[in-house]
């Protein structure tokens, strides 16, 4: 069954998981028991098919990228500490977050942070820019099969248009930013981690 | 358990030792600064840069020397970071509590996974409701009805707090008690039970003069209440394809089949969108349409005029009623009052949907005039019953008159043969039972009777509705289809949605009742807590175990509904006022008897609470030239914020606009095309063949679009413009079956959508 030790939290990564993400000791704790209780295959690690059981995410047309989105490039396994990584980013942002090094970089659950996470999910091929044919298979995903393609193709293009300031008929993560100002992303991209 | 490592006792160690490495690597930069100060003169910088840099290194020197050279310094420091940290943790664990009193949250989670947000709504609307219904109950409850009971006389002993003997023998029937006469007359649930007495028990509690504030009252909270949750909420329309891509998926949903109608739902809400693109650029001009949209609104008019005249007649024969024998009164005519006006809010309505199918409205705008025409005639309602009952007042009156001349002639005679038979100074009160007392028609009551019948009948419709036009649906579509030639489930009549504008009109309309109700009977507020409590449970039963999910996306924001609530209980602070301007109270009932006008409670604390300073101050203050002046003025100041409002408004228009033709004149002379109205164009195909808009449909697209009646249908059936675009719920996704979930993969176009998983007992 490969070596139980490993799989207890120490005190030094929680330490270190704390830092990194801002989360809380016991919300730490907390988490890593639902680690553990997805972890069917009692390994330390979580692989896709843990992460399909949840049902909120099998039904999400986004559910497979946002799956994705908690392995690290090329890697069919994350271990805890990614996935506390990815679930930082859904820390709600508190007001008198004293940063107590203000050289340190901007914590994970910033509004910046939060809307590059939404704008990976899009951007497939990680070149900072969702293209049409991006665009077309997000829409593809959420309206099944009962639209045909050029409409899909002008709804496409309609949004770029919309969008694109600098006519490279893409969108750019500052283009993303300015779509999403009026947006409450501080509220709608946080969940509420019981301490 | 796994991972659980010792978490208690090392929290503590954990801190200090946390504080401690704080102070280590404060040290360590100290030590920097100071080295760094040592050498600043030695490098090669401007002396402007040298004595910044200086003056910033010194702050900081200063600033943590003190922490951390001292040894008391130290320790100092550490308590206030081992404080802080304690005040955190604490303030965490009571934010955890505060979560786990919030009501009905896993109910209304469990309605939100399954219906969406927009039912959801709903739901979060009535519990917020109930809060505040529970503030108001409190603050009546604690400083009217405990004092009453508590320090005031008690049952019995005065006239008006008795079951007079005339109506004794009947007191305790049901039938009277239903009608809250009787025992239910005479107790603190109306106004009539409550004493004058200017102060009462030891604690010398001014009664009346709380009754009058505290009925002011309840309107200033709802007031602050309703205003405080009146957010901004611009419609934006600027980035409107990309936020349906980019933020249309509603995560709270968890059930596979409220996913299915979010699919549906999105698919609408992208075709509607282009039609408002549409919309945009056209100017209707139509005089036929113009012509019949006066003529629907003349229709409405003529409508409201009549419920309101409806609901007048209704309440001069209840009068009739109420003067005849009760033996002789059916109960349907003792009860008439109360079901015309329950059913003309439940039967009106869908006349003013059909009379909208004539003015030709887009959908939302349509759903617009729909809502405020629905207010109106609420209000049309609850102002007519009012006034009608407020006409009967002066009957009374003129009764109370012949009472009153009775009553002293009454005692007069007794007084005078008590005087020429006796001659000590003793001068007894003539020896009336106070059940004998002949008491006056109290009107103020009468009133609160009235409209705490209303509130029950109102809950009795709203029950009888869900029963019927829901749970009984709902058994007899999914039990007689084994047997019946059509399919219930896919046409007619099908399983329900849940209405939520009229769900909200409802509870809207049933508040305005309680807000104008409560002055006249305190007991009305107990009622409706019990309604709110009863609803929410009722409601979310048969919302999930009945209703299915939208298939139509909803548009209503909440923000619209609070406008609704805003203007409701301004409608509904007229009437009291009304009552407390111009009617005098009861000489024998209420706290307010034997005064010439209610307000003159306020009058008469000046004068005898008050310092001779504050006398006079007030009665400059209310000098009537003062007040016209002070409301001249805040007319005024209101006014100019209008305006300077409308003026942000307009530059906030015109500047977006701006924006746009700059970005898409940026764009052409990019792109070297004369316009981007290509794109236009073919939007324009996406149109299906049957819209508002006569727009030149490719075949094409037309017929992708329309609906052929072979393929199963929504189960709601294929009426409404924008249904004929969806014809089957979307097939297999892109994605692989997934492990775990057993949802059926591939629908065949020929099997009839059945929705047997809905019902759940």
Redesign the interface.
Known sequence: MGSRAS?????EE?EEIKKETGF???QI?RL??RF?SLDKGENGTLSR?DF??I??L???????RIINAFFPEGEDQVNFRGFMRTLAHFRPIEDNEKN?DPTASEPLNSRNNKLRF?FRL?DLDRDDKISRDE?LQ???????????D??L???A???I?????N?DNSISFNEFIK??E??DVEQ?MSI?F?? | SLGRTSTSSSEESDEESVAEMEAARLKEELEEKKKFIASLKSRPWRMNRKLKCLKDAQQFVEKFEGYLGKGKGQTLYILKVTMSKKWNKFNRAFKNIMTAFIPWEKRIKEVESHFGASVGSYFIFLRWLYGMNLMLFVLVFGLVVLPEVLLGAPYGTIPRKIVPNSEKDKAMDVAILLEFEGYFKYSPLFYGYYNNQRTVGFLHYRLPLAYFLVGIGTFVYSLIAVVRRYANNSEEREFAFSWILFTSWDFLIGNSEAADSKFAAIITNIKESIVDEEDKKRCENVHARRCLRVLANLITFLCLCGSGYLIYYVVKRSVVFAAMDKDKVTWMEKNELELVVSLLGVAVPPLFEGISEMEEFHPRVALKWQLWRILALFIANLYSLTFALYDEVPLKFEKENAIKNATMWAMKENYGNGTMLSNSSAVAQPALHPADVMQGPCWETGIGIEFMKLTVSNIELAYLTILFSDFLRALLVRYLNYCWCWDLEAGFPSYGEFDISGNVLTILFSQAVIWVGTFFSPGLLGVNMIRLVTSMYIQSWAVMCCNIPHSKPFRISSHFYKVLLFIMLCASIIPVLYAIMVFPPSFDCGPFSEKQKMYDIITETIEKDFSAFWVTFFSYALNPGVVVLVVILMVLVIYYLKIVSKSYQKTNADLRKKLRMRREEEKNQMNNKDSSNHIMKDLEELLPKKTVIQLSTKDKMGESLKLSPKNGTMANGADGRFRNAVTRPPGPRMVGHLPGMPRLQIVSPGSARGRGQVIRW
């Open positions: 799989t207890l939290l120490r005190e929680i809380s000791h016991s704790t890593y028991s553990t098919e399909q059981r049902p909120e099998a039904i999400n047309p986004l559910g497979d107590k939404a899009y665009l997000v829409l593809r995903m959420m309206v099944g099969v009962n639209i045909s050029e409409q193709g002008s709804i293009d309609r949004t248009q919309e969008a694109d300031q006519g779509v999403l009026k947006v709608k509420r019981l301490h």
